[in-house]
């Protein structure tokens, strides 16, 4: 087997673990959606979108898997070798966004992928990425410190340095500098790594998708039935428009990704099912809505 | 009274004039409130937003007026004369969107503006932009033909290429490229224009803004109270989802000034009050829903 179908492999178990998981939690199905190709030609490849809508539990949750062959590597994919863009180049992945019904359970994300350069006069370089990060509507201390610690366990056997490092990376990247806030918790993001060659990169890529479990379910499972009425649902529609703000604004991915012809609906599985704008929104001093920006929309070492 | 003092004189009280008429309609008062200054130091200036959220008529409905002024224009301010970015500028506006919660009544968007770069070693350089574009949910011949008649006739005046100069332009500026459809049914959109002189040019962006009222009011009236049920809300909210999409990733005012320190809440007047999305949600051939994609979110003549 090449590199790229033992990651596929692995891909695609993670996609079906997962999904399974969340089905059994839900009590409903998952769509699946096998497509091939982007939206114009440039890009070829196939994937599998696994998607609830609607469900007890989860109102829009989506998991997709997509491995994609293009001519050319955009510069934004490899920021830190600037050498290699233009070349062709293969991406697997697999990326989730969970938004549960409930307002006291957090929307999660996480994402893995493998990308390997391949330039006509030299040898394929394979980098990977990954991260997940928690975003609460109510924000509980345990649920943070739960998180980053399993994220911290996933990614610590790789070396003392790495979770300190991509914790801070987390914390850079999803912050909507518009609204000078945190998307939410943090976790644990990092990309272009290929320290000690493919196996060990492979390892850290997997040691994080294994961990997604662990790190959200249980938070799931002791939010998902807590009881709330038309203000925490109020709230939860309002701060998903963050999310949407953010994801079309500033995610590196998704604009990318639509502004360059990728599958719009794969690249929007992260939208949340309904979102809510209003001007000037506040909250009330000592609410815990206004603990949620004061105390966990900032960053924070939570272990 | 300098140039600038006129247009900013007369952008008040189109501002005044077009929110009177709404909230004669709404049956309810607009919210005020005037700002000062930008999110950070690079810009200065003040603003009056007027919303009306959660009216009769209205469900989200802001209608800003902002004057700025900056040490260095944008490139992305003025594609037609690279020599000018970097140098001071001046800019004032006044920009709405309309989200009525009657699913029969198109969103509407209209902006007016003027900006003036002042380089250091030159004459100051003016020139007017603005437009109007109209979003149906449920599409009516006569409605499209009503707005695109008033456009015409305001443009017209300034030559006969006006209008089809315009229309074009505004079908190419309000196209979803990742969706490969039309935001609505058009209408007209310029930028740059300084065609012999400033007083020709104030009277054409004076004439846009004029026009307004005309335009999209006979049409609100006439759709505000069509019954509905969840069928039309439901599509209603994913359309407005495509209305977010549009806005955060194409729309080079919304993005760039979210990036470049704009104020968030100003410019996220255009935001709807609720927005839905659902994965490649389907519509019944030679249904309404149907009919709105084949027939009307397509460049079309329809004067």
Redesign the interface.
Known sequence: MSNADTVREYLLDLQRRIVAECARIDGGKF?K?KWAKG?DETLQGDGI?M?R?DGQVFE?A?CGFSHVVGPALPASATQHRPELAGSGFEALGVSLVFHPRNPYAPTVHMNVRMIVATPDNAEPVAWFGGGMDLTPYYGYEQDAIHFHSVCKNAVEPFGADKYPRFKAWCDEYFYL????EQRGVGGIFFDDFAESGFMNGFALMSSVGDAFIDAYMPILKIRMDTPYGDRERDFQ?YRR?RY??FN??WDRGT?FG??S??R??S???S??????????RQTRPGSPEDDLYKKFLVRKDWV
């Open positions: 769509v959606d939206r979108t998607i809508e829009r989506g500098k518009h609204r000078d529609l428009g949407v703000e079309l604004v604009h639509l502004q012809g990728g719009a609906e690249i929007l599985l939208m949340p099912p309904l979102a809510s704008w209003a001007y000037q």
